[in-house]
């Protein structure tokens, strides 16, 4: 089927262009045989590697393997896998196939689950052998607790009694043509967070996947066919699922998969291994790997460039990142609607503490409550208009109305831009603390208190004081070796003062051993005001 797309990047924004008649799967696949990598690495994993001609045979034995079981066009599949070759090859075997696969946060508990497969109705499970006991308690009473669910396959040895990956995909055929879809057929899903209420399932098209590599990652990253990525984030998030999958797989890169949790240890292991040239985290985990006391040299890696995404970075990690490894991390925001990043800084001309200028491609506003741009310089919510927003929210109208405004989505972060077209995190809408009647970015205060040496992560909410007025409130993670006590909590008053204006400053700092957070290293701050509000009601 035609379904190349291609794009004009003397033009800006790029020119993308996608056929009608467009699958993203065979696109991805068939663009990197056409130029001749059947035998270049895609994937490394923990178990081996995998080559594009490999993997054009593995995604159409998967393609077959479900169509084998009555799987067809539109009909949803869940994918809760572990970063493994079994991923990708599912995955893009599904979307050949036509049918759709929702990536599953793999962090989740038994009871998420339950409301996913059900809100999804997918009628098909393909697990990790190793997520499989998560399961359990639903499949042990499959047709009271997920009724839509006719299938469970599993990726490992054992299938412990349900089908087995390995062997459907032995017993299925290599050849496999695409299904006949569209680029604004719905393509695959995922599920927010789900940080402030249930998990929200986000439609994504045929057509997203290609514009987020186009757009972001070769003319504003820059990725190149003899690059080798590695992203602590995981497939199943939208920052993940680029950095590992689209963004290699347009451009015939290489990627390296590691299907643990992203510890210190975990992550330098593989960027001294395998020295990749591109490294994709977020803020805390930049954090936790500069106070390791196993961070390597310099000249001990190859990276070339970085990137954070996420949360924002906060400057002071951003300089001190730069300075040990001689790299710049490119700073940029993008979410689970827009499916990847459309603010982000440059190479060359990055401005820590900034998240950068907008991506060729996405409009950019910052309004007011009532929907007025505000003032240069003023603090307003960020709304984005761009070809990769998703379609909708799975079943859930109002939310749909709140977040997608016609062509405009609204981020729910509070930003500033300046003369220059940089734009400034200064919070999420529901985290925003009027002091005084003055706006106080929570995340400023962070920025002040992570530059104090015994800091190792901070989050700061708003808590009322006698006289029931909104102060700052800190909670601190202390580096190994610090404790917390009275006479920190005090130094740690005066440094913001010294830094900020002093109405800014925290009143209150409390010591915590870690913050709560979401799987994709967000700072759940809705969390510590509860606990605030029980401790001080």
């Not at 690059?227 to 451009?251: E, H, I, Q, R, W």
Request: charged share 20%.
């Amino acid at each position: 089927m035609p379904g190349l797309s291609s794009a004009d990047h003397s033009v800006s924004p790029p020119k993308v262009v996608i056929p009608r008649d467009y699958n993203a799967a065979h696109d991805l696949i068939e663009r990197n045989l056409e130029a001749g990598r059947s035998g270049k690495t895609a994937f490394i994993d923990d178990s081996g590697s995998i080559t594009y001609g490999q993997l054009a045979e593995r995604v159409n034995r998967a393609a077959n393997a479900l169509k084998g079981l009555a799987l067809g066009l539109e009909d949803r599949i869940m994918l809760a896998h572990l970063d493994t070759i079994d991923f990708p090859s599912v995955f893009l075997g599904a979307i050949k196939a036509g049918i759709v696969p929702i990536a599953g946060n793999t962090l989740l508990t038994t009871a998420d689950y339950e409301f996913m497969l059900n809100d999804s109705r997918a009628e098909a499970l393909v697990v990790s052998e190793q997520l499989l006991p998560t399961f359990a308690p639903l499949l042990e009473q499959r047709a009271a607790k997920v009724p839509f669910l006719k299938h469970v396959i599993v990726s490992g040895k054992d299938a412990h009694g349900h089908l087995s990956l390995p062997a459907l995909m032995d017993k299925a055929g290599t050849a496999f043509a695409p299904a006949a879809t569209t680029c604004d057929d719905v393509c695959f899903w995922l599920y927010s967070s789900g940080s402030t209420g249930m998990p929200k399932g986000t439609v994504h098209m045929h057509s997203h996947l290609i514009q987020t590599a186009e757009l972001y990652a070769r003319p504003v990253l820059g990725i190149r066919e003899d690059d080798l990525v590695f992203s602590a984030a995981k497939l199943f998030f939208a920052y993940g699922l680029g950095n590992s999958l689209t963004f290699p797989m347009s451009v015939g890169a290489t990627a390296i998969l590691m299907a643990e949790r992203p510890t210190p240890a975990a992550v330098f292991q593989r960027l001294q291994q395998h020295q990749p040239t591109i490294f994709y985290g977020v803020p805390t985990l930049y954090a936790a790997l500069l106070a390791s006391p196993d961070i390597p040299k310099r000249e001990a890696l190859k990276l070339r460039v970085c990137t954070s995404a996420g949360e924002a970075l906060p400057a002071d990690l951003g300089e001190r990142w730069t300075r040990h490894f001689g790299v710049e991390i490119l700073d940029g925001i993008g979410s689970t609607e827009m499916l990847h990043i459309f603010v982000s800084n440059r190479p060359g001309e990055v401005r820590y503490g900034t998240t950068g200028k907008a991506v060729p491609g996405y409009a950019l506003r910052v309004v007011d409550d009532a929907g007025n741009s505000v003032k240069q310089g003023e603090i307003g919510e960020l709304q984005i208009s761009g070809p990769t927003s998703a379609s909708c929210y799975w079943n859930n109208r109002a939310k749909r109305r709140e977040t997608f405004m016609g062509d405009w989505t609204r981020s729910g972060d509070k930003y500033t831009v300046d003369e220059a077209g940089y734009y400034t995190y200064s919070g999420r809408t529901d985290d925003m603390l009027k002091v005084g009647g003055i706006y106080v970015s929570p995340f400023e205060v962070e920025g002040a208190l992570l530059t104090h040496p015994d800091v190792l992560e901070a989050a700061v909410i708003g808590q009322p004081d006698e006289d029931q007025l909104i102060k700052p409130k800190a909670y601190i993670v202390v580096k190994a070796g610090v404790t917390g006590n009275p006479a920190l909590a005090e130094l740690l008053k005066q440094h913001v003062k010294a830094k900020l204006a002093p109405y800014k400053y925290p009143r209150w700092v409390e010591f915590a051993s870690e913050l709560p957070k979401t799987a994709t290293g967000k700072i759940q701050r809705f969390k510590l005001r509860a606990k605030s509000q029980t401790e001080n009601p």
